[in-house]
Every structure is written in structure tokens, then in C-alpha cells.
């Protein structure tokens, strides 16, 4: 069974970095068929997908966000990280990493973590 | 404004069929794209509900099904329970924009 945990802080404040990380257990993030996807969920309940990253580095991310995001992963640790910089009030959301299972017809969500509240406010 | 469109709330009775619609567009759903749906309960994360239109995970009840056809989509769950009362998202792809995932507004299930 597959498990994804986020990490990082909760608060963070206007015009600063957003730094969170994913630890997943239960199967190797080095393993090909998958990306692994950072989502965030406003507090009206609105889902964005914010992009994802495969294990050999590559990245994908939502145009709307593309200039202030990066994605990275460490397959040694079975880590992968978001940062989102910049940040306004318009990011405080819940921030959650998923796996997404990778098809040639639109690939799907199998594994959520819990999902972390990431509140921007000085 | 979600590129998918959901009905914000639909409501049944225990043991009634509702049925929730996903609609979009030729650069979706439209063209080819899977939908896939998760379903939410408060204060949780979304579960993977169905994916690639109409297949069900492992211990996921048959008394939920998808359907597709042009460009729209829909979740029935036959049968309702009170276990079933959660917001229900769809997923799908979209090609404008160089192609990224997209969600549905959400639609809240309440049993009766």
C-alpha cells in the first residue's frame, strides 16, 4: 500500500516561498509509470492541479502557475518537493501530493497524502 | 470558474439512484480525454472513486458507475446510503494551454 505524507510549514508570509515535501512509503518513487503530482484544494473546495514531476526529473506544470513553481525530487530519500514563490493570499489552500498512475488518454489519481493547510498571512 | 462543470448539490433518499454530470468541452472531455472521479468526505482527502470513465478500483462498490459520451460525463450510485453523503469531484485532461489536468466545481451528495 502506498502511503504520501506532506511536510512543511503552515504559515508562511506575503511575498515569500512556499516549501513543502512529500515522503512516500509502500513502493519506490523511481518506479516508471507514474507522476508524482502536487493538487491544492481552496477553502470555497475547489481542486487545481499544480503539476508533477516524473523520476527522471522531468516536469509539467500548470500554465497559471508555471513561472512561480518548481518541482523537484530526490528518488534516494523517496522525496519529491514543491516550491511556490512569491506567494499571495490567493495561495492559502490545503496542498496535497498525490501519485498519478500515467496513460496516453489522461492520467489518474490512485494515492493521495492527507493533505497539509498552507495559510499565507504576515 | 472549474474547466469541468458540476451540479453544486444533488440529493437523494436512502436506497434512491442520483446521478451527478461532469461537462465540458471539445479540448477535454470532448476529445478523447479520460474522466476519472474521486469521492471526498469532509476533513479528508479525495479517494479515487472511478478512473478511465467507467472502471472501479479494487473495493470500490458497484453501486457506483461512470458513463461517458460527448463531451460530458456522469456518476451514478444506485442504491444510496448514508455512507455516500460527500462531495464528489471529476478529473479529466484538457489540450488548450499545452494540456493539463482539470477538476469539476464539486457536487455535495446529501442523503435524506
Known amino acids: 500500500q502506498v502511503q504520501l505524507q506532506e511536510s512543511g510549514p503552515g504559515l508562511v508570509k506575503p511575498s515569500q516561498t512556499l516549501s513543502l515535501t512529500c515522503s512516500v512509503s509502500?513502493?519506490?518513487?523511481?518506479?516508471?509509470?507514474?507522476?508524482w503530482s502536487w493538487i491544492r484544494q481552496y477553502p470555497g473546495k475547489g481542486l487545481e492541479w499544480i503539476g508533477y514531476?516524473?523520476?527522471?526529473?522531468?516536469?509539467y506544470y500548470n500554465p497559471s502557475l508555471q513561472s512561480r513553481i518548481t518541482i523537484s525530487i530526490d528518488t534516494s530519500k523517496n522525496q519529491f518537493s514543491l516550491k511556490l514563490s512569491s506567494v499571495t493570499a490567493a495561495d492559502t489552500a490545503v496542498y496535497y501530493c498525490?501519485?498519478?498512475?500515467?496513460?496516453?488518454?489522461?492520467?489518474?489519481?490512485?494515492?493521495w497524502g492527507q493533505g497539509t493547510l498552507v495559510t499565507v498571512s504576515s | 470558474q472549474s474547466v469541468l462543470t458540476q451540479p453544486p448539490s444533488v440529493s437523494g433518499a436512502p436506497g434512491q439512484r442520483v446521478t451527478i454530470s461532469c461537462t465540458g468541452s471539445?479540448?477535454?472531455?470532448?476529445?478523447?480525454?479520460?474522466v476519472h472521479w474521486y469521492q471526498q468526505v469532509p476533513g479528508t482527502a479525495p479517494k479515487l472513486l472511478i478512473y478511465?470513465?467507467?472502471n472501479r478500483p479494487s473495493g470500490v462498490p458497484d453501486r457506483f458507475s461512470g458513463s461517458k459520451s460527448g463531451t460530458s460525463a456522469s456518476l451514478a450510485i444506485t442504491g444510496l446510503q448514508a455512507e455516500d453523503e460527500a462531495d464528489y469531484y471529476c478529473?479529466?485532461?484538457?489540450?488548450?494551454?499545452?494540456?493539463?489536468?482539470?477538476f469539476g466545481g464539486g457536487t455535495q451528495v446529501t442523503v435524506l
Open positions: 478529473q479529466s485532461y484538457d489540450s488548450s494551454l499545452s494540456g493539463f489536468a482539470v
Open positions: 509502500g513502493g519506490s518513487i523511481a518506479r516508471g509509470g507514474y507522476y
Open positions: 478511465g470513465d467507467t
Open positions: 498525490a501519485r498519478e498512475v500515467a496513460t496516453t488518454t489522461g492520467g489518474y489519481l490512485d494515492y
Open positions: 514531476i516524473y523520476y527522471s526529473g522531468s516536469t
Open positions: 471539445s479540448s477535454n472531455i470532448g476529445a478523447g480525454y479520460d
